[in-house]
């Protein structure tokens, strides 16, 4: 560690680089040295070596398992860029006293965009006519209307919220499925709140905006899947694990639903034979929906302001596990 640093700070790979932030100069005035990863998704080891001399570290998607976190009593903060904190063993942190943070309704303005850009997509079939145009092709492409169809959110926290906002744009009726639901947000959005299956019954696009819990992971799945309408579309920008992939390949192949638009995929990046590849009716992006000059900007001041106010012995605004504090020292 430097001379003039008082904490050393592990920052994963581009964060450093991406525009409209400076987040090293940042770090740098409030005494911190800044090391950047290698790599994202390294094996335990690697990510026990990196942080062994860390007092802080802003996450990104590596995984800080049960026997990292044991291995670097140094780490004192791990703050998510990001609201899911899914890749952190969040009993294990608090075990170890590592308090965690994330970066939460920041996100929201960028993703709500991407799901619907998503949605008009895959009904539309933009990509397709777009490789059509450039491969020098002109033909009729009949795509999906979206205009006061039926939009259903698995999931009714702020994205949700959000997505639904957008919709009352195209006139749509939208339901809501939501363990915990915020009926007045709602009520103040004309939003029908009701069960799984009738959601996945009658909706023509089913959007996903849940978060990733054992308790949620596959919950789209084959039956899922058959409840839909063979016309309606899966839309997924929410987190890779919501969905079971091979029953979401099988069910495009054979038109259980006409089609499906992710942004989040179970592998990131996907494993070079990724099925979904193969086909037309799924339109696919690469996780990219915060990206955003404006939500990078906002996410990034949140996810320093985090990791420093712990370093500095403050508590920060976005505790995901505040029983830390709770821990006797």
């Keep these: 560690m430097?001379?003039?640093?008082?904490?050393?700070?592990?920052?994963?790979?581009?964060?450093?680089?991406?525009?409209?932030?400076?987040?090293?100069?940042?770090?740098?005035?409030?005494?911190?040295?800044?090391?950047?990863?290698?790599?994202?998704?390294?094996?335990?080891?690697e990510l026990i070596a990196l942080l062994r001399d860390a007092d802080g570290v802003i996450a990104g998607g590596e995984l800080y398992t049960p026997r990292v976190l044991a291995a670097v009593p140094r780490l004192k903060v791990i703050s998510r860029w990001g609201i899911g904190v899914d890749a952190v063993d969040l009993a294990a942190a608090t075990e170890n006293g590592i308090v965690v943070t994330n970066t939460p309704y920041l996100t929201t303005p960028g993703v709500a965009d991407l799901t619907f850009g998503l949605?008009?997509?895959?009904?539309?079939?933009?990509?397709?006519?777009?490789?059509?145009?450039?491969?020098?092709?002109?033909?009729?492409m009949y795509g999906?209307?979206?205009?006061?169809?039926?939009?259903?959110?698995v999931g009714f926290g702020s994205i949700g919220q959000a997505v639904?906002?957008?919709?009352?744009?195209?006139?749509?009726?939208v339901l809501a499925y939501d363990i915990a639901p915020n009926r007045q947000a709602a009520a103040e959005l004309g939003v029908e709140l009701t069960d799984l299956d009738t959601l996945l019954r009658e909706a023509?696009?089913?959007?996903?905006?849940?978060?990733?819990?054992?308790?949620?992971?596959?919950?789209?799945?084959?039956?899922?899947?058959?409840?839909?309408?063979?016309?309606?579309?899966?839309?997924?920008?929410?987190?890779?694990?919501?969905?079971?992939?091979?029953?979401?390949?099988?069910?495009?192949?054979?038109?259980?639903?006409?089609?499906?638009?992710?942004?989040?995929?179970?592998?990131?990046?996907?494993?070079?034979?990724?099925?979904?590849?193969?086909?037309?009716?799924?339109?696919?992006?690469?996780?990219?929906?915060?990206?955003?000059?404006?939500?990078?900007?906002?996410?990034?001041r949140q996810a320093v302001a985090n990791l420093l106010a712990v370093l500095h012995g403050q508590r920060p605004e976005y505790v995901v596990n505040p029983e830390v504090y709770d821990r006797p020292h």
């Design 144 to 153: 999906a209307d979206v205009w006061q169809q039926c939009l259903g959110l």
């Design 119 to 140: 949605l008009l997509s895959v009904a539309r079939r933009i990509p397709e006519c777009d490789r059509l145009v450039r491969a020098g092709g002109w033909q009729e």
């Design 164 to 173: 639904a906002h957008r919709a009352r744009g195209f006139d749509m009726r």
């Design 204 to 300: 023509d696009f089913v959007s996903l905006h849940c978060s990733a819990t054992p308790e949620n992971r596959g919950m789209i799945g084959r039956r899922e899947l058959a409840l839909m309408k063979p016309t309606a579309f899966l839309i997924n920008a929410a987190r890779g694990s919501l969905v079971d992939e091979p029953a979401l390949v099988e069910a495009l192949r054979n038109r259980t639903i006409a089609g499906a638009a992710l942004d989040v995929h179970a592998s990131e990046p996907p494993p070079p034979t990724y099925p979904l590849r193969e086909l037309d009716n799924c339109v696919m992006t690469p996780h990219t929906a915060s990206m955003t000059p404006r939500v990078i900007a906002h996410v990034s």
């Design 2 to 45: 430097t001379a003039d640093a008082r904490f050393q700070v592990l920052v994963p790979p581009g964060v450093l680089n991406r525009p409209h932030q400076d987040i090293r100069r940042h770090l740098h005035e409030s005494g911190c040295e800044v090391v950047e990863m290698v790599r994202q998704r390294g094996d335990e080891d």
